[in-house]
């Protein structure tokens, strides 16, 4: 396959690496040898040219300056960012030399891979890299920080995830957006919804923020965090008593149905306004456009399901559409994620054979536990395509845990992240653009290539470059470590497994650069579910504990500080990446936190203020917005921000790194927190 490195000049397709559902088609233009414009291809049938302000200024994150040109070795503290310049061959050496030493002395499950998805490729985060750990022995990384409760929420209802495709939302006529900040975090569906309405479909909002999403919104329903289970059941209570479900299809498609109707009879209107905070008039409402409008759509955000009890909130959000029988409609249904369909051979590209015994499993989002506490010890941490040390949940106790003299730790990134300032080797990663990889989608149904780009920044190497030379200086003969990304692309595409994959190969990825799986419509009687329907009662939840009907359950107890904490993502970086870059930092100017104006006013706090927020876990700064776009008892902020000398902008100080309900998922949103003004010169 060619790679365009050697083309100095011209426009190369490409594919946005980052962790978003639209995973967009670019076209990258290249003079003397350098990216001097990145935009979208027009020739994606999903993206359509059309991509965000944070990937159109790429290049700037390309070409930073703060960007690592070679590997480092820690001559300071922890955390104090001073290192030296060293080899490859010397951090190799000092590496495998270190975990060589460790194995004999105490096992392989000392050592803890911590990786995210900050390159979606699938070569670079479930690839070389797994199969290094697996044949290392290593302890296992639960990958559970993004949407793990709601994937598995989801999946008791219909069997895996599996929704509609999003290109056929241009035909639903009533858009639900529910718990999603689409304008900034899927901007494609947004477009799609935008053709919708043209043809005349209401687009409602149902978030606890009326942010960007909120205000595109024909209708914003405000909810309080953590009560949407609570407000689905309420329209399932009226759609049952006003005779609006599809008796056919329930009967037909799904499981459960005559249960679930005496069920919901619990769930009064007046009930689940004073969980939900919603109007009993606009709950009537709302349930009505429901069922009186078709094809409907429900675009499930993350959000709902980042709480305790945010698991069994997408199971019941997930059993709205079989009510109304939209499943068998063009554009009606709904979208929590749709990984499912274009699933690759993961055990053939992630190797789990070479895994002599099972080893022990740890949760991500308790790294801070597992660092400070877990028998027998973690003693090093190799940290790569994610930045804990902001990212994660009760940031301090992970901090505290990265702090620990004994810990060897080793991260690879393109930038001396906050995690990096705590490494004994920082390695330098290339971009994206630098690398070979394959992009599948988990919202839209196309696989995507990569081919490089441009050279290798410096001294920068990819993921799979990286564990090649760990696997060959651990001296692993295993052929797995030799594959080119050429044949592990071959190997994870060659699925017979997957009739979705069937069009999509090395050779037509290569050829046409991104393909769509052979997806055909749900078939709502053909489900991966245990009876092949919708269970909207599920058997297997009921052997694992849960109730086996949808249900509402409160946010497990954090204290009794007055404000539920709502810290969501922004518009201008991806997750804590951009965050270090001074364009994007502009663009999004300061962190801010908008509460009720009643609230504010309770507190003496008017915009523009700057206020502290704590709890036992940690404490923020931020600078209060005072109004109408947040229920009295919540506070919101956006973005994960860069530390800086003497900043308090660690939103993730104050997290809970408790799990959900389900799927060991995180519960970012379910923190609660005290807020008050800063008096500055006390
Ligand atoms: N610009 C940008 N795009 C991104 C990202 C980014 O950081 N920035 N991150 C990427 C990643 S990794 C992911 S997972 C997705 C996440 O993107 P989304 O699916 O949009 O999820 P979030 O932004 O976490 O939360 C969505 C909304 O849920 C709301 N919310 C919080 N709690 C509740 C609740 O209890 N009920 C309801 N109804 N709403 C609630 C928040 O106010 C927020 O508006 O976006 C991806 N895209
Ligand atoms: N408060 C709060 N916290 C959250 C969330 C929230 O909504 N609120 N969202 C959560 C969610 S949904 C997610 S998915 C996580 C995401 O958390 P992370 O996965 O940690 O995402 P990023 O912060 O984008 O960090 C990705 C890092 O990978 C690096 N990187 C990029 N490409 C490569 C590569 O090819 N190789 C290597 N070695 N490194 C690379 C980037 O430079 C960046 O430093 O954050 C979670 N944290
Ligand atoms: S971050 Fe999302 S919207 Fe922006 S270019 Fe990448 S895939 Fe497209
Ligand atoms: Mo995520």
Redesign the pocket.
Known sequence: MNSYVDQETGVFPSVC???CPDQCGLLIHKEAGKIVKIEGDPAHPVTQGAICNKVRHMAERIYDPNRLRYPLKRTGKKGERRFERISWEEAIDTITTRWKRLIAAEGAEAILPY?????M?ML?TEGMDRRFFHRLGASRLLYT???AAGTEGYGYTMGGSFGIDPEDTVHSKLIIMWGINAVSTNMHQVMLAEKARKNGATVVVIDVHKNQTGRWADWFIPVLPGTDAALALGIMHILFAEQLVDEDFLREYTVGHEELRQHVRQYEPAVVSSITGVPKEDLYRLARLYGQTSPSFIRIG?GPQ?HDNGGMCIRTISCLPALTGQWLKKGGGAIKGNSGYLAHHASALQRPDLLRKPTRRINMNELGSALLELEPPIRSLYV?????A????HANKVRQGLQREDLFTVV????L?E?AAYADIV?P????LE?TDFYRSYWHHYVQLQRPVIKPYAESK??VD?FRLLAQAMGFEEPAFQDTEAEMIRQALDHPGNPHLADVTYETLAEKQFVKGRVKPLLPGKLPTPSGKIELYSRTMERRGFPPLPTYTPLAGDGDLPFLFI???NHN?????F?HNEKHVRLEKAPKLHMNEADAAALGITTGDCVRLWNDRGECELMAIAGEDVLPGVVVTQG?WADSPGSKTL??AL?PDRLADMGGG?V??SGRVNVEKVQYGK
Do not use: E, K, R
């Not at 902001?390 to 949940?393: E, M, Q, T």
């Not at 990663?429 to 994206?432: F, I, R, W």
């Open positions: 690496s980052l962790d990786s995210f998805y900050g390159n490729g670079g920080i993004c949407q993350n980042h790569y395509n994610s930045n804990p902001v990212v994660a949940p690879h990134d393109l930038f992240t995690t390695l990663a290339t971009s994206s690398n990819s993921n990286v810290p969501a993502p970086f991806l997750n804590s990446t965050a994960l939103v993730n997290t995180a970012f949103f």
